[in-house]
């Protein structure tokens, strides 16, 4: 099981189900006592032996049977959940296993001996985990070096470009609760897995035997000095163009993550004004204390930010990364917004980078998952540049031939793929400090780029409708109720082509979602329609990605008139939606 930021819900639905499920699995009370005694046997962690131990001597069988009802499932995400003890939790003896696994894995893909780079955010247990990891693949005779502090995702999967690796792992549970973990596995290259790698190293774990059969000697592996930090910054800096304006002033958060210091001197090193820090927020914290939850989406989590940005003088730009800076937020200013700021949707920032890149005769293939706004494609079809679109994570969007950006709406932004094959919230940022000073320079802002773009290509209006629920059978049964009953019209425009993902389509793996393209009405100002439903692979939640495609031809003057048309359907879309899902 995976879960995100927001993931309580299903991480207490899951818990519920799991004590069910081990009560069946085990059969009765004695049975899940043996296997709770059996894991503490060779539990080699003290902290989690002594949990799994005051559980037994309480005769806790509740919260044994949600630790023991299976193992956490590994797959193209990885690991991931909450710490603690047993095979559902997120610990040393599952990262053990999962580091074995990995192993035998790339053993059997001819990459024995091989090295491979291990990173490590700043999480409870984090480097703890990252050593058990190093020492596996010593044992299992691969070289294995770790990286020299808790860094950014990004510096980790550059470094397996850099150093050549075979491999790359990295522990963090990105802007999770802080009471989770988490375990994300990169191939050569750079690139997260996708299926089948991701099944034939879950079966390599599940095959690994008792833990005392797993070679971990106490050293033997090389823990990274600066320089492979050094030549990430070197990198990153590069992304932007010498000589270029450099007058941009930004506030920066890191929401309590590993981001800060390597944003603050990747922006030094390419010409740039220091961020100003939010205080509160700029040193890691595993506890992530000032946030409800560490994600830059969340309600509430850009506050201080805000906040700092009334404070200083002067400011253009908020940044922010999530906890393992591999997504970047960019805030604006704005007089109608509570806090005088506001938050761009994914969407609109990836707009930005790729009018931007465009603009510096970026060549390459422009890509973007299935849930970001359609804009993107238009953009890079207008400049004669190829276009694609994949499911939904960077695991698929680094995989596109000939890439040369790729973004998600969910924040996350590849600029650089040649030095990092995922999304990078550093060099994200530094493109976007890039544009702002570019535009500042000239009297100018995002908003006003923003403005010229939905001119140009038409305004591209996205939303979501999100519904988390307390039983995933829900979902289950509102997928079933759309596929036996697909909506022939929504907010009054009529539904040209319904889609199944779950079959495939002939430029798409099979996924489980649907797609619905809706016909324009010029009666009401729109051009064309678009819903994507989904299951959230790490939430209980249906999500269903809202576009909606409103033409400007009156040039600025129009662009009122034009997304209250398409606020207007999107709100449509939202409650017609809901009520053919039986919501």
Same mark, same amino acid.
């Given at each position: ?20 499920? #081990? ?15 059996? &894991? ?19 005769? /806790?069988?509740?919260?044994? #049977? ?8 590994f797959g193209t995400a990885g690991l991931r959940g909450e710490l603690g003890a047993g095979p559902m939790r997120m610990n040393r003896a599952v990262v053990i296993r999962a580091a074995a696994g990995l192993a035998a894995y790339l053993d059997e893909q001819g990459a024995g001996g ?45 470094? @397996? ?18 009471? /989770? ?9 750079? *690139? ?12 390599? @774990? ?14 033997? &592996? ?11 910054? /070197?990198r990153a800096a590069a992304v932007v163009a010498p000589g270029g304006p450099r007058g941009v002033r930004t506030v920066h958060t890191s929401l309590h993550g590993v981001g800060g210091a390597t944003l603050a001197a990747a922006f030094t090193r390419a010409g740039f004004p220091a961020p100003v820090p939010v205080a509160a927020q700029a040193e ?46 960019? #805030? ?8 005088? &700021? ?26 973007? *998952?299935?849930? +970001? *706004?359609?804009?993107?494609?238009? @953009? ?71 403005? /010229? ?48 993902? *779950? ?74 939606? +809901? ?5």
């Open positions: 099981m995976t879960t995100d930021a927001a993931g309580n819900t299903a991480r207490d639905a899951a818990g519920k189900a799991a004590g069910k499920a #081990a009560g069946d699995a085990a059969g009765d009370t004695a049975g899940l006592l043996a296997r709770a005694r059996a &894991w503490l046997a060779e539990d080699p962690d003290p902290d989690t032996r002594a949990e799994l131990a005051d559980l037994l001597g309480a005769d /806790d069988t509740a919260a044994l #049977a949600e630790r023991f009802a299976g193992t956490l499932q091989g090295l491979v780079v291990v990173g490590y955010d700043a999480r409870h247990k984090s480097h703890a985990f990252a050593e058990d990891t190093a020492a596996v693949m010593t044992g299992a005779g691969f070289r294995a070096a770790v990286l020299p502090r808790p860094l950014p995702t990004p510096v980790l999967a550059f470094a @397996i470009r850099h150093l050549g690796a075979v491999a790359g792992v990295t522990v963090t549970a990105s802007h999770n609760p802080p009471r /989770d973990n988490g375990y994300k596995v990169y191939l050569g290259g750079g *690139s997260q897995i996708v299926p089948p790698a991701d099944a034939a190293i879950a079966a390599a @774990i599940a095959a690994v035997g008792p833990l005392t059969d797993v070679p971990r000697p106490a050293a033997g &592996w090389e823990v990274l000095g600066e320089e492979v930090v050094e030549a990430y910054l /070197d890691p914290d595993p506890d992530f204390p000032t946030v409800a939850f560490p994600n830059p989406e969340e309600p509430g989590a850009m506050d201080l930010a805000f906040a700092t940005a009334r404070a200083a003088d002067g400011t253009d730009v908020v940044i922010a990364n999530d906890p393992d800076a591999d997504r970047c937020a960019v #805030a604006v200013r704005d007089a109608d917004a509570a806090a005088g &700021w506001r938050m761009l949707r994914g969407d609109e920032v990836g707009a930005l980078l790729a009018a931007h890149l465009v603009r510096k005769r970026a060549a390459g293939t422009f890509a973007a *998952s299935i849930v +970001s *706004s359609s804009l993107m494609g238009r @953009i890079a079809r207008a400049a004669g540049l190829p276009y694609e679109e994949t499911l939904t994570g960077f695991k698929w969007l680094a995989r596109v031939d000939g890439l040369r950006y790729a973004y998600e709406e969910a924040l996350g932004y590849c600029v650089d793929p040649a030095g990092v094959r995922d999304k990078d919230g550093i060099t994200a940022a530094l493109l976007v400090a890039e544009l702002a000073a570019e535009l500042k320079a000239a009297g100018r802002t995002l908003q006003d780029l923003l403005d /010229d773009i939905a001119v140009e290509y038409g305004l591209h209006a996205t939303d979501q409708l999100s519904v988390r629920v307390e039983d995933l059978d829900v979902i289950a049964a509102a997928m079933r109720r759309l596929r036996e009953s697909p909506p022939r019209t929504a907010a009054g425009l009529r539904v040209s082509l319904a889609e199944d993902l *779950s079959a495939g389509t002939p430029a798409l793996p099979p996924t489980d979602g649907l797609r619905y393209t809706l016909a324009g009405d010029g009666a009401r100002g729109v051009e064309s329609a678009r819903v994507i439903v989904r299951p959230s692979g790490t939430e209980p939640k249906l999500k269903c990605y809202l576009e909606v495609v409103a033409p400007v031809p009156a040039g600025r003057p129009g662009l009122p008139a034009a997304r209250a048309a398409a606020a207007e359907v999107l709100a449509e879309l939202k409650a017609d939606l +809901s009520a053919a899902a039986g919501l």
